[in-house]
């Protein structure tokens, strides 16, 4: 099974950026859509961004042209740039592969934390 390990969390204030990375232990070519998802504090975990393997996205209206996702299927890895930051986008960051069948996903990366602050 894939392993995901998540990266580039940390404490930024409103209005700032930040740039995920989600780097897999194997290739992601033949997973046909990746994601990043959040959980916020109380929270179910919520899916936010998703990526096909022909670079075909889509966005949760929270985070519609403020987050982009991308992926480097050569580099195993999957980004999440991230702009206009709000303090409602705090949350732990986690990528994984998306199917229909997410919600029952046992299978995830420790995630990277977010907190958006000033």
């Known amino acids: 099974q894939v392993q995901l390990v998540e990266s580039g969390g940390g404490l930024v204030q409103p209005g700032g950026s930040m740039r995920l990375s989600c780097a897999a232990s194997?290739?992601?070519?033949?997973?046909?859509?990746m994601g990043w998802y959040l959980q916020a504090p109380g929270k179910e975990r919520e899916l936010v961004a998703t990526?096909?393997?022909?670079?075909?996205?889509n966005y949760a209206d929270s985070v519609k042209g403020r987050f982009t996702i991308s992926r480097d299927n050569a580099k195993n890895t999957v980004y999440l740039q991230m702009n206009s930051l709000k303090p409602e986008d705090t949350a732990v960051y986690y990528c994984?592969?998306?199917?229909?069948?997410?919600?029952?996903?046992?299978?995830w990366g420790q995630g990277t934390q977010v907190t958006v602050s000033s």
């Open positions: 994984n592969k998306v199917t229909s069948t997410w919600r029952r996903f046992e299978s």
């Open positions: 194997e290739s992601i070519f033949s997973i046909n859509t």
């Open positions: 990526i096909t393997v022909r670079g075909n996205t």
